[in-house]
T-cell receptor
Framework: RKEVEQDPGPFNVPEGATVAFNCTYSNSASQSFFWYRQDCRKEPKLLMSVYSSGNEDGRFTAQLNRASQYISLLIRDSKLSDSATYLCVVNMLSSSASKIIFGSGTRLSIRP | EAQVTQNPRYLITVTGKKLTVTCSQNMNHEYMSWYRQDPGLGLRQIYYSMNVEVTDKGDVPEGYKVSRKEKRNFPLILESPSPNQTSLYFC???????????????FGAGSRLTVL
């Protein structure tokens, strides 16, 4: 079983729709969680961190459920420019090491 | 401009010919890391470095070497490249968050390597 699992998609939704992605992680020692966005043939870029209480950044909402070991990303009023691959990232930390694990990504395509 | 710079961006080489992919960051970040990205497998960590002179293996270190002699540079060395190392490589760096310890990564633009 992969340490971080995502539905690969692709999700193909019309402009203006609301879309949600989930990501599950297997290691309960995971401590920090992020969503990154990657455009085709480009480097990943941080979209948002995910906090235990849930957090919102404009049209984007991230949630963390530690008991069930999943994180989610909700995109409201989707735009054509939201088309990208969304990567779930989990960070496990100790005083001497940092393990950062990426999910394989969920492809999102927004159609006019 | 704060950035992570990788070179070369594109390289075609032959099996067994040693090569180095350079990575440099100008943000004084402690943490640096190398990843490879392959279709269906996502980003996999090759090596990482928590600080100068400290390097550790990631998930797929076989066939690679790294060094961290200076804070800003973290080169990836392929001593004897093989075709299964054909991939898209990303270097990334991060400050060490003293509160949460979390690493928010800034990536280089990527290096596409083909080994024939």
């Amino acid at each position: 079983r992969k340490e971080v699992e995502q539905d690969p998609g692709p999700f193909n939704v019309p402009e203006g729709a609301t879309v949600a992605f989930n990501c599950t992680y297997s290691n309960s020692a995971s401590q920090s969680f992020f969503w990154y966005r990657q455009d085709c043939r480009k480097e990943p870029k941080l979209l948002m961190s995910v906090y235990s209480s849930g957090n919102e950044d404009g049209r984007f909402t991230a949630q963390l459920n530690r008991a069930s070991q999943y994180i989610s990303l909700l995109i409201r009023d989707s735009k054509l420019s939201d088309s990208a691959t969304y990567l779930c990232v989990v960070n496990m930390l100790s005083s001497s090491a940092s393990k950062i694990i990426f999910g394989s990504g969920t492809r999102l395509s927004i159609r006019p | 401009e704060a950035q992570v710079t990788q070179n070369p961006r594109y390289l075609i080489t032959v099996t067994g010919k040693k090569l180095t992919v350079t990575c440099s960051q100008n943000m004084n970040h402690e943490y640096m890391s190398w990843y490879r990205q392959d279709p269906g497998l996502g980003l996999r960590q090759i090596y990482y470095s928590m600080n100068v002179e400290v390097t550790d293996k990631g998930d797929v270190p076989e066939g690679y070497k790294v060094s961290r002699k200076e804070k800003r540079n973290f080169p990836l060395i392929l001593e004897s490249p093989s075709p299964n190392q054909t991939s898209l490589y990303f270097c990334a760096s991060s400050p060490r968050d003293r509160v949460s310890g979390a690493n928010v990564l800034t990536f280089g633009a990527g290096s596409r390597l083909t080994v024939l």
